[in-house]
């Protein structure tokens, strides 16, 4: 959680308490400690990223350790056993034991490998946006105020520009443009095929795209200056 200059906090470092789907307060108290880390390091005469090393042991210290440490099997109940019984293991995890099981389960199946092939899974016809309690996407990202410089370089890159028509496309439909929030990704269809699109300026930062995509071949980086969602009424 500490490398040399900076410490991760808050969602970064993963402090999303997964059972009660909440983490403004997990985040802000990771922040809290991150400054009394760095207040110390600042004390101390040395090298503050090896002074910043104890962060992670004050995370372990406090309330935020013991909290995300009673929540650690709730994904991994849901992910191995399903909907069902995963709720019924974590019931029993949280109600029974505190969330003191004397094991820990791990994922170790990284997400983008857990889709299966288009032709196993079932076609899901979603209902067109009502605009009044569902809206299309493009409206949501409209609210975002999310804005990119149209002149600036792509900030989604491909490893190989061939492999969302050759691979995904045939092999899982391209779901790209399913997963993606923002309608990022799109097929469009011309005269001589498919083409794959990326509309960089509607990205709302989710990263979902570079962790989501089957071939893994899409990476996000920065974008340049102050691009991506702003949202000012929060």
Partial sequence: MAFPGGLLIGCDAGTLNSVKIKGNHTAMKSGMLAAESIMAGL??????????????????????????????????????FGTLLGAAMVWIDQNLFAGRLPFTLHDTKPDYDC????????????????????????????LSNTNHEEDQPCHLTLRDSTIPISINLPRYAEPAQRYCPAGVYEIVEEADGPRFQINAQNCVHCKTCDIKDPSQNITWVTPEGFGGPNYPNM
């Avoid at 090298?47 to 994904?75: C, K």
């Avoid at 889709?115 to 409209?142: C, G, H, M, W």
């Fill in 115 to 142: 889709l299966v092939e288009a032709d196993q899974a079932k076609q899901i016809s979603y209902p067109k946006p009502d605009n009044k309690l569902t809206f299309d996407r493009l409206s949501s990202v409209f």
């Fill in 43 to 80: 004390q101390v005469e040395g090298t503050p990223p090896r002074i910043l090393g104890d962060y992670a042991a004050r995370i372990h210290d406090s309330w935020l350790g013991q909290e995300l440490h009673s929540a650690r099997n709730f994904s991994g109940f849901m992910h191995k």
